[in-house]
């Protein structure tokens, strides 16, 4: 592209020139530093042109506060599944006589099947962000829900029908084990939990599930787990090892896992040669900061350690003593800047 | 820089086939920048969040007559602004016109930021904030959907209601408006640069 004749408002159309100046892109930077260095004869159009920009781009962003969007949603989905689908026609008084007569005698048991299937049965439970929550099921299986991520399951489970629960996040399984004879499975004796696309099928076994930004993993403390999605052959694991499944590539994987997993049951993040960008999406995830790094070559450092996670003053001391940055916290939209020290 | 996200749009094609999922990627995806636009257009966040709501539920509703969207982003702008005009509107009123005269489009221009700070010109910065600051909410609106979203011309006029003609008459005189501040204080600016390396 030949950028010698343009003027200010050439310019001022340019996308690669409003990429220059939002400055997210390292490769456009350095073509119009270089391009600038050059001395062209329009430079006075081009400083016009980034001068107006930069004033242009000069309000700052607006952002929900964190757990609005998931609180909205929540708000659309329980609309969405109570609007009972119920087409409207006009119809003749006459018709409208009779349809009320079997309606009123249909409402009665219609209504209490609806209640019963729906409302009555389940049930939803958000642990909001910075808190866990423990969850007792009806056959007494433990579920801990970490920060920012919701379950949902039957208040009650028949004798035969399988143990089924839905999670939005992450959390950490202790399933009781029902199969005590040597028969072929029965329904009432399977327990599954469904996370993102991912269903992970158990009979009475401890693991980690985490579905968090269209990655899900399921980490095995003991008993084994089958693991698996509509579109994948299911996979066993073993004690010790890791499923993940990238829904984007909808690849499922298995590899060694990191004993750390389910740290944060502990208040704990255990980081081996760990990357700050995965510290920076905790943070995020759990605890509805919006992160902005001012040097992004910070993202990539990695760390070891152990970091405690009880106490966000005392965590955020600690990572900006480790990477010798300072970090701002702005209360009124929970944002974190992370800044080069001295 | 009109890039059509694959995603989105598969999105949309799962949900109008009746996926609850893909409706809550879609929602996931686009709350932020139909949030900020909405509070930007009107200042009352609990009205936005109804019309966004309502927005979800009736794609979700009328999912069997709603079209595969060709741009999910500009489909769902032109919904929420729609939306938006709707609640306020005087009640008994049912002719739809455009929504104009607006209060105020929210766009705040402002010396902290740091892509001001870049310029180390204080007056010069100073001039064009306050000429900024006076633009009317309709060039505020315009050059936040072309600078901020950078959106094109053609969807521009789409989310405003108003002809694409209308729509570069609209941002040329808003440079206009920012003209004779620019001149004087560019100027000013590269003598003081040329004075600098000298």
């Known amino acids: 592209m030949d950028y010698h004749h343009y003027d200010k408002n050439d310019f001022l159309e340019d996308a690669s020139l409003l990429a220059y100046v939002k400055g997210n892109d390292p490769v456009v930077t350095r073509f119009w530093e270089d391009w600038a260095q050059q001395q062209p004869p329009n430079i006075g159009e081009f400083r016009k042109a980034v001068f107006l920009l930069r004033h242009l781009l000069s309000a700052e962003r607006i952002n929900a506060r964190p757990g609005t969007e998931q609180e909205l949603w929540g708000r659309i989905s329980q609309t969405i599944d109570t609007a009972a689908a119920t087409p409207v026609r006009r119809m003749g008084l006459r018709r409208w006589i009779a349809a009320a007569a079997v309606f009123l005698l249909l409402a009665g048991a219609g209504i209490g099947y609806y209640i019963y299937r729906y409302t009555g049965t389940q049930i939803a439970v958000y642990a909001a962000y910075g808190t866990k929550k423990q969850i007792i099921l009806a056959d007494a299986s433990m579920v801990t829900l970490n920060a920012n991520s919701s379950l949902r399951y039957a208040r009650h489970w028949g004798k035969n029908s399988v143990r089924e629960v839905w999670l939005d996040g992450e959390a950490y399984f202790e399933v009781k084990h029902l199969k005590d004879d040597a028969l072929p499975l029965k329904a009432g004796e399977r327990f599954l939990v469904h996370a993102g696309k991912l269903d992970i099928e158990v009979l009475g076994t401890t693991f980690n599930v985490k579905d968090r930004r269209g990655i899900t993993t399921v980490y095995l403390k003991n008993g084994v787990v089958k693991v698996g999605t509509n579109a994948t052959d299911a996979l066993n694991i073993q004690p010790g090892e890791e499923a993940e499944y990238r829904q984007q590539e909808g690849l499922l994987t298995k590899h060694p896992g990191d004993a750390g997993a389910a740290a944060w049951l502990d208040n704990k993040m255990v980081l081996h040669n760990t990357p700050v960008k995965e510290i920076v999406q905790v943070l995020e995830d759990s605890y509805g900061y919006k992160v902005v790094l001012t040097d992004t070559a910070v993202a990539n450092r990695k760390i070891n350690g152990v970091l405690p996670l009880k106490n966000t003053e005392t965590l955020l001391y600690i990572l900006s003593n480790m990477l010798d940055v300072d970090i701002n916290v702005n209360k009124s939209d929970s944002t974190l800047l992370f800044r080069p020290g001295k | ?198």
């Open chain 2, 1 to 198: 820089m009109n890039e059509l996200a694959a995603e989105p749009i598969t999105w949309w094609k799962s949900f109008l086939g009746g996926d609850k999922d893909a409706l809550s990627s879609l929602y996931r995806h686009y709350f932020p920048v139909l949030y900020e636009y909405g509070v930007r257009l009107h200042d009352q966040e609990e009205l936005v969040k109804d019309c966004i709501q309502d927005l979800f539920v009736k794609l979700w509703t009328n999912r069997s007559t709603i079209q595969q969207a060709r741009d999910p982003r500009l489909y769902l702008l032109i919904a929420l602004r729609g939306g938006i005009y709707n609640k306020l509107r005087p009640a008994g009123i049912r002719k739809v016109v455009p929504y104009e005269p607006h209060h105020d489009f929210r766009l705040t221009f402002s010396a902290e930021s740091a892509y001001v700070k870049k310029e180390a010109a204080g007056l010069q910065s100073q001039q064009l904030l306050q000429a900024l600051e006076k633009l009317s909410a309709r060039q505020k609106e315009i050059i936040y959907l072309r600078f901020y979203e950078e959106m094109e011309y053609d969807d521009i006029s789409a989310v405003m209601g108003i002809s694409v003609k209308a729509a570069y008459k609209l941002y040329a005189r808003a440079l206009e408006a920012l003209r004779g501040v620019l001149n004087i204080s560019m100027s000013a600016l590269l003598l003081l640069l040329a004075q600098h390396k000298a």
